[in-house]
Protein backbone atom coordinates (compact mmCIF):
# COMPACT_ATOMS: atom_id res chain seq x y z
CA UNK A 1 0.00 0.00 0.00
CA UNK A 2 1.71 2.96 -0.98
CA UNK A 3 2.26 5.57 2.00
CA UNK A 4 -0.57 8.14 1.39
CA UNK A 5 -3.21 6.08 1.21
CA UNK A 6 -1.56 4.08 4.17
CA UNK A 7 -1.59 7.63 5.97
CA UNK A 8 -5.39 8.10 5.08
CA UNK A 9 -6.47 4.98 5.83
CA UNK A 10 -4.73 5.33 9.60
CA UNK A 11 -6.80 9.00 9.39
CA UNK A 12 -9.95 6.90 8.97
CA UNK A 13 -9.75 4.84 11.95
CA UNK A 14 -8.73 7.76 13.75
CA UNK A 15 -11.42 9.44 13.10
CA UNK A 16 -14.15 6.14 14.09
CA UNK A 17 -12.73 6.75 17.72
CA UNK A 18 -10.33 3.76 17.88
CA UNK A 19 -7.77 4.12 19.98
CA UNK A 20 -3.91 3.24 19.41
CA UNK A 21 -2.32 1.39 22.54
CA UNK A 22 1.41 0.66 23.02
CA UNK A 23 1.49 -2.33 23.39
CA UNK A 24 4.44 -2.44 26.02
CA UNK A 25 1.92 -1.56 28.64
CA UNK A 26 0.76 -5.13 28.14
CA UNK A 27 3.39 -7.02 26.68
CA UNK A 28 4.62 -9.29 29.79
CA UNK A 29 1.08 -9.82 30.15
CA UNK A 30 0.30 -10.85 26.55
CA UNK A 31 3.37 -13.25 26.74
CA UNK A 32 2.18 -14.91 29.96
CA UNK A 33 -1.28 -15.20 29.02
CA UNK A 34 -0.51 -16.84 25.55
CA UNK A 35 1.74 -19.78 27.83
CA UNK A 36 -0.96 -20.53 29.86
CA UNK A 37 -3.51 -20.93 27.74
CA UNK A 38 -1.42 -22.19 24.52
CA UNK A 39 -2.27 -19.59 22.28
CA UNK A 40 -0.50 -17.00 19.89
CA UNK A 41 1.14 -13.69 21.75
CA UNK A 42 -0.71 -11.95 18.51
CA UNK A 43 -4.00 -13.10 20.07
CA UNK A 44 -3.41 -12.86 23.65
CA UNK A 45 -2.24 -8.91 23.02
CA UNK A 46 -5.45 -8.74 21.83
CA UNK A 47 -7.17 -10.64 25.27
CA UNK A 48 -4.32 -8.72 27.69
CA UNK A 49 -5.51 -5.24 26.43
CA UNK A 50 -9.19 -6.48 27.08
CA UNK A 51 -8.22 -7.56 30.79
CA UNK A 52 -6.34 -4.85 31.66
CA UNK A 53 -8.67 -2.25 30.31
CA UNK A 54 -11.81 -4.51 32.05
CA UNK A 55 -14.04 -5.30 28.89
CA UNK A 56 -15.63 -7.83 27.32
CA UNK A 57 -13.71 -8.99 23.71
CA UNK A 58 -15.55 -9.79 21.15
CA UNK A 59 -14.26 -12.12 18.34
CA UNK A 60 -14.58 -13.29 14.94
CA UNK A 61 -11.87 -16.03 15.45
CA UNK A 62 -13.64 -19.47 16.05
CA UNK A 63 -10.50 -21.59 17.04
CA UNK A 64 -9.62 -19.13 19.84
CA UNK A 65 -13.29 -18.02 21.39
CA UNK A 66 -13.70 -22.35 21.35
CA UNK A 67 -10.35 -22.42 23.25
CA UNK A 68 -10.76 -19.80 25.50
CA UNK A 69 -14.75 -19.83 25.87
CA UNK A 70 -14.62 -21.61 29.39
CA UNK A 71 -11.66 -20.54 30.48
CA UNK A 72 -11.68 -16.17 30.53
CA UNK A 73 -15.29 -14.67 30.95
CA UNK A 74 -14.52 -11.79 28.95
CA UNK A 75 -14.53 -13.40 25.54
CA UNK A 76 -17.61 -13.31 23.68
CA UNK A 77 -18.43 -15.11 20.46
CA UNK A 78 -19.34 -11.95 17.59
CA UNK A 79 -22.34 -13.30 16.41
CA UNK A 80 -23.53 -12.68 20.21
CA UNK A 81 -23.07 -8.74 20.36
CA UNK A 82 -26.21 -7.07 20.72
Given at each position: MPEKEALGAINDILSM???L???S???ELAFSLAQKY???AYDCAYLSLAQKEG???F???KRLFNA???KVRF???IGDYQ
Open positions: GVRVDFDTANRSCTMTADLNNIKW
